[in-house]
């Protein structure tokens, strides 16, 4: 097991290079980036693509040219945009910047950002609670209610008790977590009727005075909404997934062959069935997990005015702040891949039958 945990790790490293490089060449191709921000700012228009759509026609080329790259440069002088490109960076080939950039990220070097004069790890760092507050939470939430609740509607699969619970599932499944969460807002948050939970924030103001069970009382009074907001779409894919692993299990001839011995049916259920069918299951945790923690963060974050790495990565791309952009890009990468290894050892917590080291050979 540990020859084939360390090739998984060392997978990790052509993997994110290759996430990189593509995603590298991808924004070469993308306008408006950081020289174009400035510009836009420098000329008073506030937003980079109104110099893309003719804006600038008339500023007086005569004074300084325009012979610029720049379609919103019109104007302004042409060793200011060199000095703008300088200090980006863009004064050197693409290829050039991808190796720099790289060789700073083996050494966990991701930069300072653009606009906001602060190192990427520390932005990152800054945000990060509230992310793997969201997505930790909300995945462990996801299956502590969809397994039990799976498990159920196998057992009594085709009751009244599956029909509606199933119904109610699939309107839960088709809502999307941000109209839920607005509609979460407007009933609890003080939108039109109740104000029972905050509508922004971790914790409150005055935080740092409480005691410790206040603390705590707190933190799970702020983070229940947006919680709740994450969780419905990987809970009814989970609850339907456990309830169809267990009824193909249920079907099979050791199950009979264990019932007809004389066995209980709880000592059946979770004693034979639960093992096997819950390996798809665990197999769904990274899915689960990474759909929770970068698919509806930014929507749930900028909601329920949360400051994570979701919204950071958001705001970081209509900048056109690349260095946060790629810092993000890796750290999600990262942990995306970390989470998918971990699965793999859960398989074996699950069912020790289960060898990798033997398939892998």
């Known amino acids: 097991m540990g020859a084939y945990i360390l090739r998984r790790l060392l997978l990790v490293i052509p993997t994110l290079l290759g996430i990189m490089i593509l995603n590298f060449t991808l924004v070469q191709f993308v306008p408006g980036g950081p020289v174009e921000q400035v510009i836009a700012r420098v000329q008073g228009e506030g937003d980079v693509f109104s110099g893309f759509a003719g804006g600038n026609e008339d500023v007086g080329e005569e004074t300084f040219g325009s012979d610029s790259d720049y379609l919103g440069a019109r104007g302004l002088p042409k060793e200011f945009i060199e000095e703008l490109e300088k200090e980006f ?35 990152v760092l800054e945000k990060m609670p509230v992310s793997i507050t969201l997505g930790l939470w909300s995945t462990l939430l996801a299956y502590l209610i969809s397994i039990p609740l799976g498990i159920k509607k196998a057992v009594k699969d085709g009751t009244p008790f599956d029909t509606w619970t199933s119904g109610a599932i699939i309107v839960g499944y088709a809502i999307p977590g941000f109209l839920f969460a607005i509609m979460l807002v407007v009933l609890f948050a003080g939108g039109s009727y109740w104000q029972i939970f905050p509508l922004r924030g971790l914790t409150s103001d005055n935080f740092e005075e409480l005691t410790t069970v206040g603390k705590i009382l707190d933190y799970a009074w702020h983070i229940t909404l947006p919680i709740i907001a994450s969780t419905i779409a990987a809970f009814a894919t989970l609850t339907l997934l456990t309830k169809n692993s267990f009824l193909d299990e249920i079907k099979k001839h050791y199950v009979m062959t264990a019932r007809a011995k004389g066995l209980s049916e709880k000592r059946v259920l979770y004693g034979h069935v639960f093992r096997n069918a819950m390996l798809i ?11 929770v923690f970068f698919g ?16 950071l990565a958001f705001e970081a791309a209509v900048a056109r702040d690349y260095p946060v952009i790629f810092g993000t890009l890796f750290v999600f990468g990262l942990i995306g891949l970390v989470v998918g290894i971990l699965s793999d050892l859960m398989y074996v917590l699950v069912d020790p039958r289960i060898d990798f080291e033997k398939r892998a050979g």
């Open 89 to 123: 960076g863009f004064d050197k080939p693409p290829l050039e910047r991808f190796l720099l950039m790289m060789g700073n990220y083996m050494r966990l070097d991701f930069g300072e950002s653009y606009f906001r004069k602060i190192s990427v790890i520390d932005l």
């Open 296 to 311: 509806g963060s930014v929507l749930i974050e900028t909601i329920f005015s949360l400051d994570g790495l979701g919204r």
């Open 281 to 291: 299951v665990i197999a769904g945790f990274p899915a689960v997990f990474i759909g």
